[in-house]
């Protein structure tokens, strides 16, 4: 079934083979050139997963473009959500949108997310990016259909590194045991994932026997056969075994048609630059189809748009105090993932540590672990995609007397897991150091999926956890040290992956469990220098006017904060860097309550992670006769964040240091 006209029950256009070859192949340069625009994104997958796009979206499936949400038609569902561009350019192609549009991918404020956001664009049936949901979800509007008494057909993309998350097998399960023959999965089995070939990082196979077993209908397709694809997916479409889900296999390839992109671990997440898209655009024949100037300038056009707006809406000072906008004042930046890695190269040679990746290790660093040490490569286990089960293994590991190190993205190390870190890591008191990295709204232009904005609601509601927050990656190498070695039991480490400025020093005081306190002391060359900083046991009270607790890269902000209160009102503001958020320096805050006359808490988080914390020790602690304490809170307000250049969105979502200035003027009462 092509392409439908809902209201009048006509086919808007059936597509030839010949004819959708050579859209495929379209869509591949379209493709690229959205992914240069937006200066990240997956190449790899997106391209091999293009002809099963084409051939989905042009021929078999019926859906139309013109009215998304009609009723009859089929429902097409990418668990596999980071190949988005690839979903996006289906749509544009169908009709859904004009194609130019693509070069606004994962730009702030556009509808084209990193990862799909149905909310934002018609023709998006699910909101996907955490691997393996989609399969569940495709079950439960199956069922629906059922249900319904409804002759749609449920699609889902999804991917073979995908099986490696124990969710996928319970989809299979409940699809076979409900006998949902209204539901297609089709694999794309490129075999390669992030850490390496599937096959080295968690084996899947035997794939097809494995479905076989569970009760599905199982095709084996050549991926980049046109003509094989469309006759399956009909045919898958069709349904003629009674009673069974069919799965169609499709072998692909990781970059198909760019022969430097071709079977490439390290095009998994990476876009081309302009260099590398025209060569990209001349193998597949399209230098002359794709005006590729008029669609990056379509592109740099808007973010100067987005750009505007945001300066519109920053509060405004007698100069700029940004980021090595001046000559003083200089910063350098460093993600803080790097000082992670830094620690478990340094410290690793301990036999009791051992590394669990999943699927990025080279991207939070912890492969840092055995990269120059080949003999500790026996003690770093690969687990996949597979969160829950990297956790439970730690508390195995831990059980035995090992100190398991598990690291991942934050939305998956404090959320997915959480069950297990509550029963088998928490309940059993058991050493296991967790690392949630890309903390934060500043991963970017992933999007709300990979922007972990919960992980203290999460992580410090668990019984026995220590959580710890560090500034920058000479602090984050600090505190893995410190979590290795003099912490004992379940703790939590979380860093972002931005480059941040550096506001610490080897020189710079740290203590697990005790607060730091800063203060500007006079503007300079380098930013770190012009503060002081001292352990908050030995800090005397210099009767400052504001307190501003921070932790985490937030931390420079609030650090900078107090930089523009001195210059602009000549306001003296102690800063605390609260790095352990649990245990948390109630000491610290409480001096801070009494000692200042206004505490402001900021955080890249969902306001409130730390924020309730220190209000609720300054409220504990607070007697009949004081006068209540001025407070307030900067932080994400109840939402998820979207896709955006990392600084971008720090200025959109209120939580640069102009904004937590302006809100210490308004607490202060100062005109």
Not at 493 to 506: N, Q
Request: with cysteine.
């Amino acid at each position: 079934m092509p392409l439908v006209d809902s209201h009048a029950n006509q086919v808007i256009r059936d597509y030839s083979i010949d004819q959708l070859k050579e859209r495929a192949n379209y869509m591949r340069g379209l493709n690229l050139t959205a992914l240069c625009s937006a200066g990240s994104g997956h190449s790899g997958g997106t391209l091999g997963v293009m002809d099963i796009a084409a051939a989905l979206y042009l021929k078999v499936a019926r859906h139309d473009p013109k009215h998304p949400s009609w009723d009859n038609r089929d429902r097409m569902i990418w668990s596999a959500g980071h190949k988005a561009p690839a979903l996006y350019t289906a749509l544009a192609v169908s009709g859904y949108f004009d194609e130019i549009e693509l070069a606004k991918l994962r730009m702030l404020g556009s509808p084209l997310q990193g990862h799909p956001h149905r909310l934002d664009l018609p023709g998006v049936e699910i909101s996907s990016g955490s691997l393996g949901q989609g399969c569940s979800v495709a079950v439960g509007v199956a069922l629906a259909a059922k249900l319904n008494k409804a002759d749609y057909r449920v699609f889902v993309v999804c991917s073979d590194g995908e099986h490696q998350e124990g969710s996928v097998w319970e989809a299979v399960m409940a699809g076979a045991h409900h006998r949902l023959d209204n539901l297609v999965f089709i694999v794309d089995q490129n075999r390669l994932q992030i850490d390496g070939p599937v096959a080295d990082v968690l084996n899947i196979e035997p794939l097809a026997e494995k479905y076989r077993s569970f009760g599905w209908q199982v095709m084996e397709v050549d991926g980049h056969n046109m003509a094989e694809l469309v006759t399956n997916l009909e045919n898958a479409r069709n349904q003629n075994v009674s009673g069974k889900p069919t799965v169609l296999i499709c072998r692909t390839i990781k970059g198909r048609g760019v022969t430097f992109m071709e079977n490439v671990v390290g095009w998994h997440g990476k876009p081309p630059n302009r260099e590398e898209l025209d060569v990209a655009l001349r193998e597949l024949g399209l230098t002359r189809r794709i005006d590729v100037e008029r669609f990056l300038n379509h592109g740099k056009e808007y973010q100067h748009e987005v750009e505007a707006d945001l300066e519109k809406e920053m509060p405004k000072y007698s100069r700029s105090y940004w980021w090595n906008a001046a000559d003083a004042m200089k910063v350098e930046m460093q993600p803080t993932r790097v000082g992670f890695g830094r620690a478990l190269d340094k410290f690793g040679d301990d036999e009791r540590i051992v590394c669990i990746g999943a699927d990025i290790s080279d991207s939070i660093c912890i492969s840092d672990f055995h990269k120059q040490h080949p003999e500790r490569k026996s003690r770093f286990i690969s687990v996949g995609i597979a969160e829950q089960n990297a956790t439970t293994i730690a508390a195995g590991l831990a059980k035995e007397g090992k100190i398991p190190v598990f690291g991942t993205y934050g939305v998956f190390a404090s959320a997915r897991n959480l069950d297990q870190l509550r029963v088998s890591v928490c309940y059993g008191n058991f050493n296991v150091l967790v690392a949630g990295a890309h903390g934060g709204i500043s991963v970017g232009p992933d999007g709300a999926t990979h922007q972990e904005l919960e992980a203290l609601f999460q992580i410090c509601g668990l019984p026995n956890m220590h959580v710890g927050a560090p500034c920058d990656a000479i602090e984050t190498e600090k505190m893995t040290r410190a979590l290795l070695f003099e912490v004992v039991g379940p703790k939590y480490l979380r860093f972002a992956r931005e480059a941040t400025p550096m506001v610490t020093s080897e020189a710079t005081p740290f203590r697990f469990g005790e607060a730091n306190i800063i203060r500007f002391r006079s503007e300079g060359e380098h930013f770190r220098d012009a503060f002081e900083t001292r352990l908050a046991g030995k800090y005397l009270d210099e009767h400052e006017d504001l307190t501003i607790l921070s932790c985490g890269p937030e931390l420079a902000e609030a650090m900078r904060a107090a930089y523009i209160l001195k210059a602009e009102h000549d306001i003296e503001t102690r800063i605390i860097n609260m790095h352990t958020v649990k245990p948390i320096d109630r000491e610290a805050v409480m001096r801070a309550a009494r000692e200042t006359r206004a505490v402001i808490t900021a955080e890249e988080h969902q306001v409130g992670g730390l924020g309730n914390r220190v209000a609720g020790i300054i409220l504990e602690a607070q007697k009949p006769d004081n006068k209540p304490v001025r407070f307030a809170m900067i932080g994400v307000g109840d939402r998820f964040g979207e896709s955006g250049r990392p600084w971008q969105l720090i200025r959109k979502y209120g939580l640069s240091a102009e904004h937590i200035a302006e809100k210490a003027i308004e607490v202060l009462g100062i005109k």
